[in-house]
């Protein structure tokens, strides 16, 4: 087990005063189970504090870190040295910003302007069903719950929408319909309607090519072409 | 650069939430509840609200169910009163845990995805300190959403705030308070995207603003938590409470400190030392593994201290392990999958058939703004700022005293933001403030001054030095002598921050002045937490003086601490409110100043 690797990072800048982009390369030796954010922290204590990252909780549970790395969409934090020397076969790595919104500064990206889209399928009980406020716990067998468990872990870090290889100005993305579909499977919704509306609207559902390159990616391994496909097929519809 | 320091402009609202996560959220929703239409404006740090630290609660919320045949809310309130080594304040314990079940209810018919028994009726767990009969068994307490239930009340907030019509502003954070005839009308905010100031006047303001566990090396916190709500407050002349309560989760992965959730011993796991012991027997021998955080961490430095520990060879920190080699399958893959995947993920084990790695973490600040029931601030006892709200954990009213209990923080986020969001309705009918005169001058003063220092100093190496002193001597283990050398240092660095230069004089998400602004607040937080440390001589809960090992009656009250020049401390004291105790009621005994032992 090799401890220490020697890194070429090419780093995808951005300069927001003079609209200037560039590639800047940064050479460094790390340990085997640094994370890439550790890396960048290194680079910017080490080599230069003006490199521009974004992140939060740094374990994979907030999605703030998601960059490009060699073209594959994915969570900076929960990308260890020597499983990137491993999967990609290479000690050189190039990183940009995910292009799914805004760029700001060097990777940081206008995260609120993408949430926009998740914002716009409501993600939340439009119309609840009828017990609500009688002190009392909806009753849901985990059998129902384990249809549509999987897709509550999405944590909007966008590597899908990233992914997908359908236009982001035409269709709403991967995590966005998996938020409508959540709802739509909670049987404590019965804005149904309203729902099956926006999921099959001019950005809805119809726009995914099943590439289902948004399973291949997903950090949080949710197979989102899958709820993509229950809606494709009809079966919300009653 | 300079003119661009000013106020760009000035936005009015109802009620200012400085902080979006689980406690600000909440008190957010219930403005809407109450006052649908009312103008909310909330302030987060990090890139959106759904990325708060709030979200990588892993276990559970505590509540009891008053379904439930064996347990009890009074049971509830003796464990926590138990767990804070005798100083939280009762009034407090027994209004939240009077009020845990009803808030579950009101998440779950939201539509948080909490998991389910059989029946479909919520299910349950036990965690550490958590009992039935004041210490006889384990209670089955908690209600938890897998082991993600802060992501779960977090995305139930989330769209419960925007269903209400809440305003954002994402990537900003709050560089000063402001203040009109004593009364709190708002802060102004820097919006680290734009590069701008912009004044929020409002008729309540309430901190939301979460930890500062950046403060140590190895936190599970996150990158954001770096204490800039208690600087608000010394600031603006406002006391901090209790800085020294301090608490070390006992099971940190190694490395980056990631938490491996109490839920991990809950379902059996078991701490070993070098030589395999389940050492836990020795020291808390009925609850053994799953007694009280502060307890364990001190039972693992203990071990590596007296050279039980294992080195890592990569991050060089010893540790010890934990063992869930022996649970089932099933354990694994449907209790514990996303803490399993932590290993994994972030250290290359599998704890199917590996050790862990797991040491204790900086994890939870007990310490804060000191405010009454309904989270509005205290400038001293009873005096209450008008306006001024802080809940959660950037707040101690104070319901964990010097220890929290494991799911007693997602209950105290939920619970004391609703009180606040009720409080807060009230004063929407008063009538608008003018800004105040100066608004802004302390903001631009500290901003031209990092702008404009020259020198030779790193901004990294600063912040690394402060975490390891802090580690080192003002951690799990504490003595008057490693404090005063902590204090001494910190006044050192402090100077040193004079000779940092910032690269780049952009205001435009420019993260090394973010950084920069981040240090100042660091490094006074340090200050109070050591200061508080070395004035408190005794010992409880988080905070261990190896010097005064036991509790000391003088020491009964909380700290008070202020400080508006960097490194001058004055002290003052609360009393912690001991009404369950005097109240004699049935069992009021079990309220008194007890022994901690399990």
Redesign the interface.
Known sequence: MQ?MYDLTLRIKRYN??EKRSWMQEYRLQA?????FT?VF?KI???ID????????????????CSVLVNGKPLLAC?L?V??AVAQFGTTTFTIKPIPIAPL??DL?V???KA?ARV?SV????IA?AEN??Q????????Q??DEY?EA??C??CFCCATACISSHKNFLGPNAILASVV?LM?P??QAREERLKLLYSERGVYRCHTSKACSFVCPKEIDVAHFIALAKEGKFKR | MKEKLRIGSTQYCDVLVIGAGGAGLRCAAEVFQRKPGARVLAVTK???P????T??AQGGLAAVDPKDPIDKPIYHMFDTWKGSDCMADQNIVRKIVDAAW?E??WL????M??????????SKRTFGGHTVNFGEASAFRAVYE?D?TG??II??L???A??GGIV?L??SMATELLFSKGRCVGAVIFRQ?EGEFVAVLAKATVLGMGGSGQVFRVTTN???NTGDYLVLALEAGLPVMDPEAVQFHPTGIV??G??ASETLRSVGGILRNKDLEAFMVRYAPKMKDLAPRDLVSRAIETEIREGRGIMN???KIEHVWIDVRHLPDHVHDVQIP?VAS?FR????IDPKKELCPIRPSNHYHMGGIPTDEFGRVEKGPGEVIPGLFAVGECAAASFHGFNRLGTNSLLELITMGKFAGEKAVELIGEKSEEMPAGAGERTFAQFSGFLGAAGKA????IR?TMQAVMTEKVGVFRVAKGLQEAISKLRELQEKTGEITI??K?L?????LI?RWELKNLLAVSMVIAQGALNRRDSRGGHFREDYPERHEEFNDHTLTYMTEFGKVNFGKRPVDMSLFEAKGANYEKFGMIERKY
């Open positions: 401890e927001p005063e340990g085997r189970i640094l994370r550790d922290r910017n204590n080490e504090p003006t490199l521009a990252w974004n992140s939060s909780c740094e374990h994979a549970q907030c999605g703030t929960e260890l020597e499983n700001v500064r940081i206008d995260l609120e949430y914002e409501k993600p939340y009980i609840p609500r406020n002190g009392k716990e909806y009753q849901i067998t985990p129902v719950l468990v509550t872990r944590i909007n709802r909670d404590r919704e | 990090v890139a959106h759904q990325k708060s630290h979200t990588t009803e579950i209810i779950e018919n939201r539509g995805h909490l998991s389910r028994d059989i029946d479909g009726k919520l897998a993600r992501k779960g995305d139930t989330w769209g419960e925007l269903r954002f994402n990537q995207k996150c990158r954001q490395g980056p990631i938490l060879p990569d991050h996303e932590f993920k972030f250290v290359n790193s901004l990294g190496e690394q690269s780049g952009s435009t998400m420019n993260q090394e950084q």
